[in-house]
């Protein structure tokens, strides 16, 4: 049996795809969204009229990916799907993501695994080698099966909500962090977001304001392909409400030159059942127990192979020069200490500080349980909690982060561990576009230069 057969009979078998046909029915659904997320963490989607829902949750929904760059797909370096074998890969439904947009409650939407097409010889049935959503679900389910533990994550996203009438005066030298005339700026987009997000299952906790325009709204921490969703999700509410209220909302990692970067800190702890195995029971003093110094210690060795993921657009490196403003720029950990890489911002919970409002969740999950399970492996040693309170402007190069997205791509290269944790043709596919990012970018004559050099003269 291939992947697809085992999804199609859960999708058709089951009693969840009784329920699910009979819950669409009752919900006054019309049309439903299958959702696909590429590479690059864009959502696209095909709509189909609901009273198709059991030929879709059987055959799946096809996409000619040709047209989707960033899941293209080779094989012995052609391009599969295109020219005259043009096969599109197949798309099907998770059914328990289905939802409902509280917009337009007429819409309802799947996230969706993506499958090589049958008639293909060989790969037929198999998972879409570029499909990260996928290989989230599956790197999770081996990492729990050869360790015994899952992951749990929250994720923090922060972001801009830029229009004329969201701007604030900031008293020179001041913060505008948690000031509530700013909150209360907000209150209409936070108020409709938290509601929106309450309608998609997203447990809301709390937010608040940090930077001109910056918000973070956060929810409760789940299973981390649940939490990866619910980021996508996030980000389509965000959308929705920028476009109700006349304004943008961007997830851009850093804006403006000189502000907070908009960063999405993944929280994570490691579960034997119900017990958090980072933290011992009842003891309260700050600490983290010897497994967790391992998994931490994998994070932190790969943290410069895993940075042209975590941090994945020529811009998200401006975040990191900014010493001061939160971002991390060297591989180093602390006890509650909010300039390091990583952080143990709890007991039994690690706040990694890398990762960038646009990251694609389901890669940096994906290597992060693939950094742990190499530091779980060798039982590596993450050093000394750091104690200083700043982050260098120097660091010492041994523990340097990569400052730009070309140095990332070169560590990206240097890491087996990481690149193996990603099937061969994803992670080739993501280097091409990321190294052709990069080298568009720095053929581009910016501002800045010609400020710098227009009037230069020897
Ligand atoms: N609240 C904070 O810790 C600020 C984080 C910071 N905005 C970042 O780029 O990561």
């Known amino acids: 049996m291939t992947a697809l057969d085992l999804h199609r009979e859960h999708n058709t078998g089951s009693v969840q795809a009784r329920e699910l046909a009979a819950r669409v029915k009752d919900s006054g659904v019309e049309y439903l969204y299958y959702q696909v997320v590429t590479l690059t ?28 760059a960033d899941l293209q797909t080779t094989r012995d370096g052609v391009l599969l799907g295109g020219g005259a074998q043009a096969a599109e890969f197949t798309a099907m439904p998770d059914m328990d993501s289905f939802n409902v947009l509280p917009w337009d409650e007429s819409v309802g939407s799947f996230f969706c695994r993506l499958y090589e097409p049958e008639h293909i010889p060989e790969i037929g049935g198999q998972t879409l080698a570029t499909d ?22 929250g994720c923090e996203p922060e972001m801009s909500w830029l229009g004329e009438k969201l701007e604030v005066h900031v008293r020179p030298g001041a913060s505008p962090a948690y000031h509530m005339g700013n909150l209360e700026l907000m209150r209409p987009i ?47 509410i965000c959308r929705q409400v920028a476009s109700e209220f006349g304004v ?8 403006t030159t000189g502000s907070m970067g908009n960063g999405c800190h993944h929280n994570f702890s490691l579960w034997r059942g119900n017990h958090n195995v980072l933290a011992e029971p009842g ?48 591989v180093n950990w602390g006890m509650d200490n909010k300039t390091c890489t990583v952080r143990l911002s709890a007991n039994g919970r690690l706040e990694y500080k890398i990762p960038d409002a646009s990251v694609n969740p389901y890669l940096s999950h994906t290597l992060l349980l693939a950094a742990m399970r190499d530091g ?23 523990r340097m982060l990569p ?8 560590c990206f290269d240097q890491d087996e561990v990481i690149r193996s944790a990603l099937p061969g043709e994803m992670a080739a596919l993501y280097r091409d576009l990321k190294a052709d990012e990069w080298a568009r970018f720095c053929a581009v004559v910016t501002d800045w230069e010609k400020k710098m050099y227009m009037e230069y003269l020897p």
């Open 41 to 68: 963490g864009r959502v696209i989607a095909k709509v189909v009229p609901a009273k198709h829902l059991l030929r879709n949750l059987e055959k799946g929904i096809q996409f000619h990916r040709t047209a989707i």
């Open 190 to 236: 936070y108020k409709r977001v938290m509601e929106y997000a309450t309608a998609m299952g997203l447990d809301m906790i709390e937010g608040d304001y940090e930077d001109p325009g910056q918000l973070e709204l956060n929810w409760m921490f789940d299973q981390c392909e649940l939490t990866a969703d619910r980021l996508m999700t996030y980000r389509m």
């Open 248 to 255: 943008q909302a961007s997830f851009m990692p850093k804006p």
């Open 132 to 153: 990260a959503r996928s290989l989230l679900i599956d790197t999770h389910r081996a990492f729990r099966d050869e360790t015994g533990l899952q992951m749990k994550t």
């Open 376 to 398: 779980l492996r060798n039982k590596t040693d993450p050093g000394a909690p750091d104690n200083s309170n700043s982050i260098p402007a120097t660091p010492d190069r041994s």
């Open 403 to 410: 400052k730009t997205l070309g140095e990332a791509i070169h």
């Open 283 to 330: 003891r309260r003093d700050l600490h983290l127990t010897e497994i967790g110094q391992h998994a931490l210690g994998g994070v932190l060795a790969h943290a410069p192979g895993s940075m042209m993921m975590m941090a994945s657009t020529v811009n998200s490196y401006k975040r990191y020069w900014d010493a001061g403003l939160f971002a991390p720029n060297c």
